[in-house]
């Protein structure tokens, strides 16, 4: 993605940082949202299947598809791996309109553990602009540093 900004890889307050885009819904299979973005996921959940082996009581509740930055991406920037979220995305405008039209849930989770307890991560409005043109929300976790 072209834009003015620029990234400071080495992102000084950071330890780590990825971006995740998770699409949801209970009725559309991971395989169909592959099947429409021509995107292969970076894993999946279905419904109903187990979710965690040491609990078999833990069943997924919902379809889940993701795509995340990590091992794509190597930044401590979250500017960039949103950039590459929005990169794989705004191409495919078309389908994720079918997808929300078809009662997709999306979102973008961004996590950013804290190298120093200060500083933050950021986002540019060159990015705002994709993403709320795709109907995409995003949101963070951030983990602070307890020492």
Known sequence: MKTNMEYI???????????LLRLS????????ISDILGITP???RIKGE???????ESLNKTN???????GHVESKDCRRH??????QLIVKKEQMSKLHKMGV???????????ENQGGPTMNPEQMGPLAELGIPVWWEVWLNEE
């Open 105 to 115: 849930e999306m979102s973008v989770c961004c996590t950013w553990e804290s190298a």
């Open 42 to 44: 970076s894993s999946i």
């Open 64 to 70: 889940c598809w993701y795509l995340g930055s990590e």
């Open 82 to 87: 949103l950039d590459w979220i929005i990169e």
């Open 9 to 19: 890889d080495d992102y000084p307050t950071c330890e780590n940082t990825d971006c």
């Open 50 to 56: 187990l979710r965690n082996s040491d609990r078999p």
């Open 25 to 32: 819904s209970d009725e559309v299979s991971p395989d169909k």
